[in-house]
């Protein structure tokens, strides 16, 4: 005797259905179902928090500017040359740049021509 007999009419019904393709609708309709309702439910929320400020309302920065910030012009230190012999330490370096009371001129605020070449734009990058 075997007993792992099993009531073959309920595997058929429950095969049939899956293989019929309700099982899936069904599915697919309570998917369906949870995605509405999340989105009624978050429409609920979102009509019950304020609105956003009008441009008009925004925060605006201080006359002054902010605190702690400055804005000035910096000129670039030079790095000293050696004979080629010895080596330049980082102690012998000048730290800091000096202040310069203008603006540099449009020229020097230029990359100077040479392309980046950004990765994917064709060009190799090295100032063709």
Same mark, same amino acid.
């Given at each position: 005797?075997?007993?792992?007999?099993?009531? #073959?009419?309920?595997?058929?019904?429950?095969?049939?259905?899956?293989?019929?393709?309700?099982?899936?609708v069904l599915g697919g309709?309570?998917?369906?179902?949870?995605?509405?309702?999340?989105?009624?439910?978050?429409?609920?929320?979102?009509?019950?928090?304020?609105?956003?400020?009008?441009?008009? /309302?925004?925060?605006?920065?201080?006359?002054?500017?902010?605190?702690?910030?400055?804005?000035?012009?910096?000129?670039?230190?030079?790095?000293?040359?050696?004979?080629?012999?010895?080596?330049?330490?980082?102690? /012998?370096?000048?730290?800091?740049?000096?202040? #310069?009371?203008?603006?540099? #001129?449009?020229?020097?605020?230029?990359?100077?021509?040479?392309? #980046?070449?950004?990765?994917?734009? %064709?060009?190799? %990058?090295?100032?063709?």
């Amino acid at each position: 005797m075997n007993g792992f007999l099993v009531d #073959s009419a309920g595997v058929t019904t429950a095969a049939g259905v899956w293989q019929s393709g309700m099982a899936q609708v069904l599915g697919g309709l309570v998917v369906v179902a949870v995605l509405i309702g999340a989105f009624w439910l978050g429409m609920r929320v979102r009509d019950k928090e304020s609105p956003t400020p009008k441009p008009d /309302e925004q925060p605006h920065r201080p006359e002054g500017g902010l605190p702690g910030e400055t804005s000035e012009y910096r000129k670039p230190s030079e790095v000293p040359q050696t004979d080629g012999e010895h080596r330049l330490m980082p102690y /012998e370096l000048k730290s800091g740049s000096e202040e #310069s009371p203008d603006p540099p #001129s449009e020229e020097k605020r230029k990359w100077g021509g040479i392309s #980046s070449g950004g990765f994917g734009s %064709g060009g190799t %990058g090295h100032g063709d």
